[in-house]
């Protein structure tokens, strides 16, 4: 029932359109030229009338199959495909309609018609300029009929642009709406996703790999924060039981980078999971391990030195000087 509301105005505007070009001439109620300026006015409404239907009928069955589409189930791929697509061609058809319908109700009136062949007379120098007018335009309507069918990003992708993280929220023909991690929006036009790199992190698949960086003195036992590490996954929800590796990825002169690398089902579980395990690394280490927190050593040789020298430099260094 609450599809069928939108067809009731359509529908109405068709019928009343039918009788003022085809039945009104029945009636003696106008003379000749108010009748003709009503029959007119009844070609008019029919083209309206038509395109409102068409473009009804397109938006109800776009949302009753996007009704079955369950955005919010973990895997959800397929389902943002389908939704992608149908925005995207349905605001594309839309476009078409009612650019054709104002192209055939303009041509109705013959002053229109006369300037409209005046103007295709003339077609080389007007092209070339609305060319290079439209251009732009031209090209984003070219890109969001691209992104429809070759699906670089889809409603919901999680994608990193502009050096900001966030979620497609809306794809028109010729912007894509960003939506920040903090609530911003960040409006871009659709040729950016063809001519410039950004990544997408649920292209094929929403989990991800995530990775903690601690930095440790040499003194640390790697053994022990593996299995520290492996604890705190198992401790969690956030864990997808898939990747758990520790490494030392670097070893500099004041001591070593590990990193701790995991997986989760998608990347806002990957976040939480990577500040959880940082800050209980962290505490571990401080816990069990304090002589292995980064520091700055400076040995002092040389039997003579004097021991009031060798503490000042010692509490420079301390000071950061």
């Known amino acids: ?44 409404l029919l083209i309206v009338s038509f395109a409102w239907l068409l473009i009804a009928g397109i938006r109800t069955f ?22 992608t697509q149908f925005n995207i061609l349905e605001k594309i058809i839309v476009f078409l309609v009612i650019i054709i319908s104002i192209g055939l109700i303009l ?14 007379a003339s077609a080389g120098v007007a092209g070339i300029i609305i060319g290079f007018a439209a251009q732009r335009i031209i090209a ?5 009929f691209q992104i429809a069918i070759t699906q670089p990003i889809r409603i919901d992708d999680v994608v990193i642009i502009e050096n900001e993280w966030g979620r497609i929220e809306e794809i028109t023909l010729t912007y894509v709406v ?20 950004f990544q997408n992190w649920t292209r094929t698949s929403a989990e991800i790999l995530g990775t903690v960086f601690v930095y440790t003195d ?16 198992e401790s969690t929800p956030l864990w997808n039981k898939k990747v758990n590796v520790l490494q030392v990825t670097d070893a500099k002169e004041y001591g070593v980078e590990i990193r701790a690398l995991m997986s989760a089902k998608d990347s806002p579980t990957a976040w939480d999971l990577r500040v959880f395990i940082r800050e209980k690394l962290i505490e571990f280490i401080q816990k069990n391990y304090p002589e292995s927190l980064p520091r700055t050593r400076v040995v002092v040789e040389g039997g003579g030195t004097n021991p009031t020298v060798a503490k000042e430099i010692i509490s420079e260094v301390s000071k950061g000087k």
């Open 1 to 44: 029932m609450r599809h069928i509301k939108r067809f009731i105005l359509p529908v109405f505007l068709l019928l009343v359109s039918v009788f003022f070009k085809y039945f009104i001439g029945k009636y003696d109620w106008f003379n000749a030229d108010d009748l003709e300026i009503i029959q007119t006015l009844g070609s008019v």
């Open 62 to 83: 776009k949302r009753i199959f996007v009704e079955h589409l369950d955005l919010e189930k973990e895997d959800n791929l397929r389902s943002r495909k389908f939704q």
């Open 107 to 120: 041509m109705m009136f013959d002053d229109v018609k006369r300037l409209g062949i005046s103007l295709f």
């Open 140 to 144: 984003a309507v070219i890109a969001g």
């Open 178 to 197: 960003v939506k920040i991690w903090d609530l911003r929006r960040l409006i871009v036009p659709t040729t950016y996703f063809f001519e410039k790199p």
């Open 218 to 233: 040499y003194h640390v036992s790697f053994d022990a924060l593996r299995k520290e590490l492996t604890r705190l996954l």
